[in-house]
């Protein structure tokens, strides 16, 4: 078919009606689906900078386990004397929010003792997921005789 037909079929004035609703309709369906997308991307970017301005405005504190807080949950936990204590805390070891290892010391015997959540006392052993006893590491570690 040569190009001077294709072009006398397209003046007719049928065609041009049908490419002149043809175009308009996919005009008119891109037209919407890029407001649609820019009304998407405005909101997203409004929501995650809400949420961003939100994260900053709250600071991160991380609790920190002091000497006296560590000798407060120990007397607590022992239900001795908080101002004449007969355990006392030495040195904190590992100072984790979660876990804490404390030496304690009573009677002139040292021992290991854990504190959970900054509120929770316990000596005895404490397993890691390997079985292997964190208590008795943590003893030879600090040279601690007769931990248990």
Do not use: C
Not at 12 to 19: E, Q
Not at 40 to 55: E, H, P, R, T
Not at 75 to 89: Q, Y
Not at 111 to 132: K, P, Q, S
């Amino acid at each position: 078919m040569k190009f001077s037909v294709f072009v006398k079929k397209l003046s007719s004035p049928r065609v041009k009606r049908r490419l002149k609703i043809g175009l308009s309709a996919w005009g008119v369906a891109i037209l919407i689906s890029l407001i649609f997308k820019l009304a998407y991307n405005i909101g997203y970017f409004k929501a995650q900078s809400l949420i961003n301005d939100k994260n900053a405005a709250i600071p991160i504190t991380r609790k920190v386990l002091t000497m006296e807080s560590a000798q407060r949950i120990v007397s607590g936990a022992l239900k001795e004397d908080p101002n004449n204590p007969k355990t006392i805390v030495n040195k904190i070891i590992d100072n984790n929010q979660k876990l804490s290892t404390i030496i304690i010391e009573n009677n002139k015997q040292q021992r290991i003792g854990w504190i959970i959540d900054l509120h929770l006392f316990f000596t005895g052993d404490l397993f890691n997921d390997n079985g292997y006893n964190l208590t008795e590491a943590m003893a030879h570690q600090h040279d601690i005789k007769g931990n248990r």
